[in-house]
Every structure is written in structure tokens, then in C-alpha cells.
């Protein structure tokens, strides 16, 4: 089992950058698929990025492909997500998210944190 804290959520005007970081307890995190969501006010939650256990494959949402990096770790059991040019549409809060499957993408994970609020201002 892992837990997961997310932290580096802000409020930010847009164009700018913030990098978030999702901290993992537990001595196996190199063998967990990592991946970022996000939930906007009144939607869904939505897929953001993935990573692979080696980092060697990711896998990007079309709404943030070139502007957001998802890397990790493995040993300091922590995963980030780079955000670049930030826009209004971005704001949400990102959750963190874990997986023992060897598949790198949108499917259910097992693992989740509580999540970081990303407020951007026009």
C-alpha cells in the first residue's frame, strides 16, 4: 500500500509556471505507474498525465501537451508535474494518483491523495 501528499498548489496568475510534487511513503514506489489528475469546480475529474515506473513512457491529456511535464524520482518516492504557461481553464485541484498495473494512461487507480488546489487568474 502508499499514501501520497500533494503539495506546490497556489494561486498564479496565467502564463506563468508552478511545478507540483506528490510525495509516496512506502519502500516500493519505483514499482507503482504515477499519474495526475484534475478536478475543475463543479466537473468531473479528468486525466492530467502518466508515468511510467522507469519514467521512460509518459502519456499527456491533448489539453496540456507541451506546456505540462510529468517526471519522477524514484529515489526520493516522488513524482512532479511541471506546468507551463499556465491558463485560466487549468484551474482545478490536482490529485496524485497510483497504480500496480504495468499500463501507463486514463484508467482507475488504485491509490489517490487528497489533492492540491491550482488557482489561475486571467
Known amino acids: 500500500q502508499v499514501q501520497l501528499v500533494e503539495s506546490g498548489g497556489g494561486l498564479v496568475q496565467a502564463g506563468v509556471s508552478l511545478r507540483l510534487s506528490c510525495a509516496a511513503s512506502?519502500?516500493?514506489?519505483?514499482?507503482?505507474?504515477m499519474a495526475w489528475f484534475r478536478q475543475a469546480p463543479g466537473k468531473g475529474r479528468t486525466f492530467v498525465a502518466a508515468i511510467s515506473w522507469s519514467g521512460a513512457i509518459t502519456r499527456y491529456a491533448d489539453s496540456v501537451k507541451g506546456r505540462f511535464t510529468v517526471s519522477r524520482e524514484n529515489a526520493k518516492n516522488t513524482v512532479y508535474l511541471q506546468m507551463n504557461s499556465l491558463k485560466p481553464e487549468d484551474t482545478a485541484v490536482y490529485y496524485c494518483?497510483?497504480?500496480?498495473?504495468?499500463?501507463?494512461?486514463?484508467?482507475?487507480?488504485?491509490?489517490w491523495g487528497q489533492g492540491t488546489q491550482v488557482t489561475v487568474s486571467s
Open positions: 494518483a497510483a497504480s500496480t498495473r504495468a499500463i501507463v494512461g486514463d484508467f482507475q487507480y488504485d491509490y
Open positions: 512506502g519502500r516500493t514506489f519505483s514499482r507503482y505507474s
